[in-house]
């Protein structure tokens, strides 16, 4: 572990005292159709904590991350059972509002998926529908926070009004962070969000990630142990469906409790 | 009047529209964040209970008033007038009755007509205005609920979107509607005529002579129905057709999409779909005049008889008309294919004709399968392409010189102009067109099985 | 309510009535009725459903009504209704002007066409595949004719015509009874020769134009429209021409008719009128412009007496009595 | 990597002889392939072409219209100036012809004279006359259509070297005919009549605008029919609908609507429309609702297939930052698929806009001397006007079918441009 | 550089002198239409070597990687000038034969792309139409060699004629991989061979790529200067289209000559 710096480590030290707990899922199991690939996951989500998942491929770190804003709801031979809550509420509850709960709870995909859209229609779109923002002004104030945040608007300022498509893939993912932004979510999901990005806009990601941290609370999946390393403070191992443990991001790292997240770790690491 | 009313409920629900709007924008500049629905779904939802309800209650008026005040005036009438006067001669007198009222007069009506018309007259200016009233007070108490109903927790997005939900399954239900409608009144007719004919004999017959006497001093026949020749005959024109169209619809999408440049496939494709809009009449004249003698011609000059309606011209032809159902839809499924498949097999040194045949049409293989399930129902069912150039005779034979008849031409022939629904040369048109019915049916839980099963997924 | 009047029945018919609407429709003030062509035995079916709004006013025919029609008529309330003859047509035979000269009488027509036939004394299904199979004398060609489906009036002209004469010229057809008779004297082959080509004249006139061995049967507007592709085959001698067909020497010819439905008059606007047009001298007469369509009139006493019956609404009676 | 325990291929030698044959072989193929496609596709456009190529030379006469310039006198005796409509327009137009050939002196020639002009002579003069009242009294000019025999006479259509018991017209008529033509009275001008003439018994008259009102109407009410119902219904289906049997056995059931003959639509029609809702026989109400009948399993199966293939990326991309899923096929879904709708749209009406045999069984192949006034008066359309002209016995009918049939491809290709038109400007790539 | 291992380091220098040519690019550029990709790109391949292309997205690696076999044929606005040659004859002479090249000059893609056919039909498949084999007991060798080369076939060895499309992301490469060795290609072009994957896959085709370095030669596109670092030879950093510099990896990675290399490789290892 000799990637994780000592600052990343204090910073995990220091914020400890500040931790509250933002999402909280509870004996979740997911089936598709008849097969069953979450059993019995219990996972907190900690407020302003990048937290992330970890775990070989097929392991259900997305099928996780997709309760967590119902996106599940989209697959029809997909159940989900047990609780999630967000502040405590049962996000899963009938009453539930789908649409609010997915404007509360953002989400990044990855692969970048920008609309067909001029690059301000596509961070403007979110507002629009949630009624953020009424005038032309409000709505610009909008998009220019949102691209800054994701560290985009000095590179697409003068390209506004062109097709977010046309972006590099790197700049479409921050498109995407900036879009996921623009609607003021709690939580945001990032499901892998580098794996398509060369290192130097790696790097911006991350760096946004960190910043974002400040204000949202923030959940990824990566493939990559350097970047859980590196972004996240906590983190969670799964494994065939299992959450294999979950804890400080050095401890994983350092000093994990199970064999199969110590193999997973160096098995890269050797 | 009617479209006054019409464009009446119309502005109605644009002023709900607003006041939805606006009321719930007054709730946003409140409550804030609060406030559930944005006030454009507020509006659409007071529109849609202003406007809907008003134009289904006008839409049943019109469809019962007329019959309502045609039953008030036939009693109106005289005693004496109505005495032992048929169904049809009322009929005549409303007639009447209404012609006098619009002023068409051409001989001094009775004064009994004349009081009637009079009548009328008043009866339908009542019921057009009892109409608009009850049609506007419906949409202001409409307009009145809606506007009770909203507050700012009030979910107008869902119930707008419910709204939506209704209207799309009603659509989708139009198509099932057109299902069964089909099935039960194939099904009562066939019924009807399966009494008269054994099924054994229509199923299993192999002579086909519906021409049954339609007046009982005709002598056409003998009235036979086995419909084995007539399902063989179809099956042999489609096939011929499917026989044309398959190669050059599918070498044609194969072309265009591995071997032409962009702008030479953006001409040729809409040319080829201008094949499949030509009228069939058109194609029937092309079979008749063109394809059909030359056939002949050539077979004359090999010294091979060629029956003047042959299988041959007309499944040809109908094959020349569904070239581009095959050509277009596969062409959209090679298309489909990923270019990462083709990279692929480039990369390990096939060729182009071997990136095709064996990784590209195997993966687009449903789309394709699909084109040519279209193509053949178009073929099964098409009429004026077999009216005109198919025989009237069921012959069978697989032989596609001989002629041979189609399901449709004997529905068309049996049918045309003759509406009398009680014998069983006009029966059998409805029970041929139930099997036909239930044979594509077949074909087509078939090929979406075949499909299911060989598909090649390359996601 | 309606205020044209409807029109349906014979394809024979037709363009003679579409030519009097027209006329009608230009020189009155009413609306010109609306015709559809729906052959002779469809037509008699809708008009004889029953009176009202919903029913035709008047069907075209190429044959007198028959009884079981009439019959048909009565059953649904249509009880008066008047029988107007507007001329004659010919059944023309005609092939391509490339072909021979052919000159058939109606016992070959029936051995040519026939489902079966009499050969040697005895009753077999029809051998003949060429004309000179038949007599010597015709042409050594294939037996093609082209024809109407059974569904058109000119078929039961054709067969009443030409193949219920031709047979009776058979010894052992003439001694079968009842209904035997009448299915070998009234069947048409289904092995090949003769093809029921749908009820399209046109379709089967350019057919022979390209198929100089065929034959043809159809109305003679159609032969008198193509006289520069198509010839007449003369019938017992006689060629179809007006003269022979309006003195009747020429025997294929048949009377056209329409139909009126009597209790329709008064009620649908213009009817009447109509009726008066359709029986005018100036359409139905000799030079009228009925003629120029094809139709050969009727004799001058007939046509007056025929216009009377019409005008008045002179009820059928045939069957009735 | 304990696997490696296979042996290495063996070296291939690419460049022996052998391996240059299979080589050629492939190429071979591949150039076979390749031929076979273009061959494909010549043969396509090649039987369009002939099928356009045949309608075109059969039916371009029907673009002129020999006319010949005639000098009318509306006498009052004949014409009375208080009501010109009820005139006696027979005797204008004899007169007329009298004047034409002073030489003729016995009726039976000059009647056979009139019958160089139009039968539709005399309604010409008189809604000239009736159009300008100032006329009556006077002598004017007006060029009227020859009658259909003269017609293709000056067409060449009829050879007039011919013997003459093989013309349709006598060398009596002709010799008439050629003395005019001498005059320079005879003009063959571009025969606008056949757009906006409505349809007549008399080939020299007869034109489209019925036919191509009604076919409107037809398509109109079609459109407004099929169009929102089979895209409601597709995205239902597609989007809402849950995927179990019952969905599958819908969607096979909507393909096999596809393949039930169109007339048994007519008879649904007729069955349904008119018979049961008691909606008028001909009209073109009936008309495009039974045409939507039979459009509406192509649009809803080719606007399925539009759906299916925007990729779910973009819809997950709408529903992850709040979108309902109303709204994300409202904004998203639906403008992107336009393009593959539009095409359905375009293949339904084309096939609706050239069937016949439903309109058939509801009447719209009644003969109609005026276009429709609406979609409830009675009308034909334009397959079924080409369906009544192809059974007339007049050589004139014969180029005007063909002429319609273009007109109606024309129709048909105008469609088609505005459907790629608006494809390629709503086409967007993601 | 502390990724490098000693025993690289060592396999670098041992394996200098056998070092002969097998692949070589003059003055390579590339169009897309009006746009040039790439800048007068001059190249060494050397055999039984494993060389990597890196440099930030966008840069011309792909691009170059795909002129290398001609694979830009299939694009229709591209256009190649310069040489390239193979064994020192010029691929792009038009009297060459692309089958016969591309069948020598093998490639895998950065998306696994298997064909939608069982396994064993996969890897057949180049052997099919190249004739290859004839029976199918030759077939079957192959099919067997080229999967355990792979190091795929005891995982599959049950169900071979299960379609290869149902495989995990990993093994779909490597069944990429096994598909390319069949037809006994002399070099291996792959092109981000493990952006899909996760660690362990990942680690299971660089240990692949290693062995097959010993009959092959091999060019790789890498976003990961790990992975560059591991398991290459020669390393060849691309910027803006042009070649910025080229040298063993050892040098490349302690030791660059150009400022932007250094910043590239930097801008990640910080
Ligand atoms: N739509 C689906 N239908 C059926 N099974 C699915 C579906 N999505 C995922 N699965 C299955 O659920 C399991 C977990 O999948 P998931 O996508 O959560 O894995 P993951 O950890 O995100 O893997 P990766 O790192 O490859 O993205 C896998 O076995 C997968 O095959
Ligand atoms: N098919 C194409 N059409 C037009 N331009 C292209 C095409 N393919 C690549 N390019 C352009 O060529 C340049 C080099 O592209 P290339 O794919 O080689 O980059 P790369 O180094 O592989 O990047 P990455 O790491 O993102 O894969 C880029 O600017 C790209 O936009
Ligand atoms: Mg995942
Ligand atoms: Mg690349
Ligand atoms: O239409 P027909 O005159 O042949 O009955």
Not at chain 2, 265 to 273: F, Q, T
Not at chain 4, 38 to 54: C, Q
Request: aromatic share 8%.
């Amino acid at each position: 572990m000799n990637m994780l710096t000592d600052a990343a480590v204090e910073a995990v030290l220091t914020e400890a005292p500040k931790e509250t707990l933002k999402m909280r899922g509870s004996g979740v199991n997911v089936f598709y159709g008849e097969k069953q690939a979450l059993f019995d996951v219990n996972l907190d989500i900690r407020e302003n904590q990048v937290t992330a998942l970890i775990g070989p491929s097929g392991c259900g770190k997305s099928t996780f991350l997709r309760c967590l804003n119902r996106m599940n709801d989209t697959i029809d031979i997909c159940r989900v059972n047990g609780e999630i809550t967000l502040d405590g509420e049962d996000i899963y509850d009938p009453r539930i509002d789908v649409v609010e709960l997915r404007a509360r709870v953002g989400m990044v995909f990855q692969k970048p998926n920008p609309f067909p859209k001029s690059i301000y229609e596509n961070v403007a779109y979110g507002p629009r529908i949630h009624g953020l923002a009424s005038t032309k002004s409000e709505f610009d104030a909008i998009v220019e926070t949102s691209l800054q945040k994701a560290g985009l608007f000095n590179e697409v300022k003068d390209r506004l009004h062109e097709p977010g498509t046309g972006l590099s893939g790197g700049q479409q993912q921050r498109l995407c962070i900036a879009r996921a932004i623009a609607v003021s979510p709690e939580v945001i999901l990032m499901d892998e969000p580098c794996s398509a990005l060369d290192p130097i806009a790696t790097a911006k990601v991350e760096e946004l990630i960190d910043e974002l941290r400040e204000n949202y609370t923030i959940v990824i999946v990566t493939h990559s142990m350097q970047q859980a390393a590196r972004v996240s403070q906590r983190t969670a191992m799964f494994h065939l469906g299992h959450l294999v443990e979950e804890g400080p991001t050095d401890k994983i790292f350092t000093n994990p409790d199970d064999k199969r997240t110590q193999d997973y770790i160096t098995g890269r690491f050797g | 009047m009617t479209g006054y009313l019409f464009l009446a409920i119309l502005a109605l629900s644009l002023i709900a529209f607003y006041v939805g709007r606006s009321t719930a924008g007054r709730f946003v500049a409140a409550h804030g964040a609060e406030v559930h629905s944005r006030p454009i779904y507020h509006g659409a939802f007071a529109a849609v209970w202003v406007g809907l309800p008003a134009l289904v209650l006008v839409v049943f008026w019109l469809l019962f008033q007329d019959g309502v005040i045609d039953r008030l005036l036939i009693a109106s009438l005289p005693e004496s007038m109505k005495q032992g006067a048929s169904p049809s001669q009322l009929s005549l007198y409303l007639s009447e009755i209404k012609n006098v009222a619009s002023g068409r007069i051409f001989t001094e009506p009775s004064p009994e007509i004349s009081a009637a018309a009079e009548r009328y007259q008043r009866w339908q200016a009542i019921a057009q205005w009892a109409m608009v009233v009850v049609a506007l007070s419906v949409s202001a108490l409409a307009l009145y609920m809606a506007r009770t109903r909203m507050a700012p927790q009030f979910r107008a997005r869902q119930n707008f979107e419910r709204a939506l939900d209704i209207v799309m399954i009603l659509s989708a239900a139009v198509a099932i509607i057109v299902t069964l409608g089909i099935i039960v009144s194939l099904t009562y007719e066939a019924i009807q005529f399966f009494r008269l004919v054994p099924p054994h004999e229509f199923f299993f017959g192999l002579n086909w002579e519906p021409q049954i006497p339609i007046r009982e001093d005709q002598v056409a026949g003998t009235g036979a129905f086995g419909a084995v020749p007539v399902f063989t005959g179809t099956l042999l024109i489609a096939a011929i057709a499917l026989l044309v169209a398959i190669p050059v619809g599918l070498f044609s999408a194969i072309y265009l999409v591995e071997f032409a440049d962009e702008r030479v496939r953006g001409i040729i494709k809409p040319v080829l779909e201008i094949l499949a809009g030509v009228p069939t009449v058109v194609y029937g004249f092309f079979a008749v005049l063109t394809v059909a003698p030359a056939i002949r011609q050539a077979g004359g000059m090999m010294g091979i008889a060629i029956s003047p309606n042959s299988a041959l011209a007309a499944g040809g032809v109908m094959g020349i008309m569904i070239i581009p159902f095959i050509s277009s839809l596969s062409d959209d499924a090679l298309r489909a294919v990923p270019q990462s498949m083709r990279d692929g097999s480039f990369a390990m040194g096939a060729t182009k004709a071997e990136t095709v045949t064996r990784v590209l049409l195997p993966a687009a293989l449903p789309g394709i399968v699909g084109g040519i399930l279209l193509a053949a129902s178009r073929a099964i069912g098409e009429t004026m392409i077999v009216v005109m150039a198919a025989g009237l005779t069921a012959t069978l034979t697989a032989n596609p010189l001989e002629g041979v008849t189609t399901v449709t031409v004997q529905i068309v022939t049996l049918l045309i102009g003759d509406t009398a629904f009680d014998n069983p040369k006009t029966l059998s048109a409805f029970a041929l067109g139930l099997v036909l019915f239930v044979v594509t049916l077949c074909l087509n839980v078939l090929a979406l099985r075949i499909v299911r099963r060989y598909r090649e997924k390359y996601e | 309510a309606r205020d044209q009047i409807r029109i349906v029945g014979s394809s024979t018919v037709f363009p003679y009535t579409q030519a009097v609407a027209e006329e009608f429709g230009n020189a009155t003030d009413f609306p010109a009725p609306v015709t559809e062509s729906t052959g002779t035995g469809g037509g008699m079916q809708i008009f004889c459903g029953g009176v009202g709004v919903d029913y035709p006013d008047i069907t075209g025919a190429s044959r007198a009504m028959k009884e079981s029609e009439y019959k048909l008529c009565l059953e649904n309330g249509v009880d008066s209704v008047t029988e107007v003859q507007i001329g004659s047509d010919g059944l023309s035979i005609a092939h391509s002007v490339e072909g021979p000269e052919i000159d058939l009488t109606k016992a070959q027509i029936f051995q040519a066409l026939a489902a079966e036939v009499e050969v040697d004394g005895k009753i077999v299904a029809n051998p003949y595949t060429r004309w000179n199979q038949i007599d010597p004398s015709l042409p050594d060609s294939e037996i093609t004719v082209f024809g109407p489906p059974p569904t058109s009036g000119t078929r039961d002209a054709f067969v009443e015509l030409v193949m219920e004469e031709g047979c009776e010229q058979f010894p052992a057809i003439e001694a079968l009874e009842g209904d035997r008779k009448d299915e070998v004297c009234k069947r048409m082959r289904t092995d090949g020769p003769f093809v029921e080509a749908g009820e399209n004249d046109n379709l089967i006139v350019q057919r022979l134009q390209a198929d100089h061995n065929a034959l043809g049967i159809f109305g003679y507007s159609f032969l008198y429209e193509n006289q520069d592709t198509l010839k007449a085959v003369a019938v017992e001698g006689v060629k179809p021409t007006p003269e022979t067909i309006a003195d009747e020497s020429y025997t294929v010819s048949r009377p056209l008719f329409f139909y009126v439905k009597n209790a329709h008059r008064g009620v649908i606007p213009g009817l009447q009128e109509f009726v008066e047009e359709y029986v005018s001298e100036e359409a139905m007469g000799p030079g009228g412009y009925l003629e120029e369509r094809g139709l050969i009139p009727l004799s001058d006493e007939r046509r007056e007496e025929v216009r009377n019956a019409a005008i008045e609404g002179k009820n059928l009676t045939r069957y009735t009595q | 990597m304990s696997e490696t325990t296979a042996t290495a291929p063996k070296p291939f030698d690419w460049s022996s002889p052998e391996a240059m044959a299979k080589r050629k072989r492939r190429y071979a193929a591949d150039r076979r392939l390749r031929l076979y496609g273009l061959v494909s596709i010549l043969v396509a456009i090649g039987l369009l072409g002939i099928l356009i190529a045949s309608l075109v030379v059969t039916g371009y006469s029907a673009f002129v219209q020999t006319k010949i310039a005639v000098e009318f006198t509306a006498d009052p005796e004949n014409v009375p100036a208080e009501d010109p409509g009820a005139g006696n327009f027979r005797a204008v137009v004899s007169n007329a012809v009298q004047a034409l050939f002073p030489e003729i002196e016995n009726r039976r020639e000059l009647r056979t004279a009139s019958k160089i002009l139009s039968n539709g002579a005399t309604t010409i003069v008189r809604n000239h006359v009736i159009a300008n009242p100032g006329l009556v009294g006077q002598t004017f000019t007006l060029e009227v259509p020859a009658s259909d025999p003269f017609d293709q006479l000056n067409k060449g259509v009829i050879d007039r070297n011919l013997p003459e018991d093989r013309r349709r017209v006598s060398d009596a008529e002709i010799e008439l005919f050629e003395s005019l033509e001498a005059r320079g009275l005879v003009s063959t001008p571009f025969n606008w009549g056949l757009f906006f003439n409505a349809d007549s018994r008399f080939p020299e008259l007869a034109g489209l605008a019925g036919a191509v009102v009604g076919s409107f109407y037809a398509l109109l009410v079609c459109f407004l029919i099929s169009f929102p119902v089979g895209i409601a219904a597709a995205i239902y289906l597609e989007e809402f609908a849950p995927k179990n049997r019952w969905t599958d056995l819908v969607e096979v059931n909507i393909n096999n609507l596809a393949a039930v003959p169109s007339i048994v639509f007519g008879l649904l029609g007729l069955a349904v429309f008119i018979q049961v809702f008691g909606l008028p026989r001909s009209a073109p109400l009936v008309g495009g609702m039974v045409l939507s009948l039979m459009t509406l399993p192509t649009m809803i199966i080719v606007t399925r297939a539009a759906l299916k293939s925007i990729p779910p990326s973009i819809r997950e991309a709408a529903l992850g930052i709040g979108a309902s899923k109303h709204e994300v096929i409202l904004h998203h879904v639906l403008p992107l698929a336009l393009p593959g709708i539009l095409t359905g749209t375009i293949i339904g009406l084309a096939q609706a806009l050239g069937e016949t045999a439903p309109l058939l069984l509801i009447g719209m192949n009644a003969f109609l001397t005026s276009p429709p006034g609406g979609i409830m008066d009675p009308a034909t359309a334009l397959p079924t006007q080409i369906f009544i002209w192809a059974d007339s016995p007049e050589r004139g009918f014969a180029s005007r079918t063909s002429a319609a049939i273009l007109v109606l491809l024309g129709f048909l290709i105008f469609m088609n441009a505005v459907a790629i038109y608006l494809r390629q400007r709503f086409e967007r790539r993601w």
